[in-house]
């Protein structure tokens, strides 16, 4: 910008130089003008005398000057935005390389957000993918990891990792969208765990049908909490203060007991002392085939294939996952501030 005002006051000078001093017409003036700043090489439009010539001299000296100034910028310009975009590219390609484990949202809408809040207060890697160059921006403004492009092809979740990740979160508009990516999901990674956000409880039956292994309604769900605070508003506020937010003291986190590590399997509760050892307390139990066992006993045995839901502080569940031994479960995550 400061070259292109710099051009036409160059421009200005010269213009107005032929026509007062050398007593040409404008028209004769801005030729004279143009073609000595262009450096063309045409002759003089009138003749000149040794001022005049020398004003053109110091006029193609400004002149060059400041269009190479122009054309500097300008290349530098293009240059920086190719690296800066193809630096960006690899950045971005070398942190999906890197990502194992994680959690794949998919949708940067007002539900996306809240997960990804609620991922961030766990202190859990994922990443964000949209399509919307807005939500692109937004995720980006926020700090989180976020690809851009369309959750339902299987280039997009490959891109994002798919075959190495935990879970993934549909929570698209539409809800066949969620059922593409759910489909797409469990046809690139059958091991990966799919929760998907459905509209109305049609989609929900097809989303289960699709593969997914949990399907929110927030009408549903909604509705039942907003029934819960009314009906039971001291559970519900417990119950909230264990499961989400930054502040909690209390955790519930679940342990998938693996014969081959945990030295517990085939004892009963009493007997592998796990509340003395640790301070965290095992409220239900889900067998292998399903059964759910809430509040298991001292004579509850613990059975190869068992979760173990568990609450207690973070210090207490990080002990419990140690003494269970390296098993396949959840890391206990203390929350961090957001």
Request: hydrophobic share 45%; proline share 3%; charged share 20%.
């Amino acid at each position: 910008m400061a070259g292109a005002v710099a051009l036409g006051c160059i421009f200005f000078i010269g213009t107005l130089w032929y026509w007062l001093v050398e007593g040409w017409s404008w028209e004769d003036a801005a030729y004279m003008t143009v073609i000595t700043l262009a450096t063309v090489g045409y002759g003089e439009t009138n003749p000149l005398g040794s001022r005049g010539r020398l004003f053109t001299i110091a006029l193609i000296l400004m002149g060059v000057v400041n269009i190479g100034y122009i054309v500097n910028r300008f290349t530098a310009a293009v240059i920086e935005g190719y690296f800066q975009d193809g630096l960006r590219l690899r950045q971005q390609r070398r942190v999906m390389e890197s990502l194992s484990g994680h959690y794949i949202i998919c949708g940067f809408s007002r539900t996306g957000r809240q997960i990804a809040k609620e991922f961030r207060a766990e202190g859990v890697a994922f990443v964000v993918v949209d399509s919307e160059i807005e939500s692109v921006q937004r995720a980006q403004n926020e700090g989180y990891t976020i690809y851009q492009g369309d959750a339902t092809l299987d280039d997009t979740l490959l891109k994002v990792g798919i075959e190495r990740a935990t879970c993934i979160v549909a929570a698209l508009p539409s809800d066949a969208e969620n059922l593409y990516t759910v489909l797409s999901a469990k046809t690139l990674n059958p091991a990966i765990r799919a929760i998907a956000r459905a509209s109305t409880e049609e989609a929900l039956q097809k989303l289960q049908r699709g593969g997914a292994d949990a399907v929110i309604s927030p009408y549903i769900t909604g509705g039942k909490r907003m029934a819960a605070a009314a009906l039971r508003p001291q559970v519900l506020d417990f119950v909230d203060g264990i499961l989400s937010g930054a502040d909690r003291q209390l955790y519930m986190e679940e342990f998938l007991l693996d014969p081959a590590f945990c030295p517990f399997v085939g004892q009963t509760l009493q007997k592998a002392k796990l509340r003395s050892q640790t301070g965290a307390l095992v409220l239900a139990i889900r067998r292998l085939d399903g059964n759910l066992i809430g509040g298991p006993t001292g004579d509850t045995i613990l059975m190869p294939g068992d979760t173990l839901m568990c609450m207690g502080t973070a210090e207490q569940l990080r002990a419990l996952n140690q003494v269970l031994g390296p098993i396949n479960s959840h890391q206990v995550r203390r929350p961090k501030k957001v």
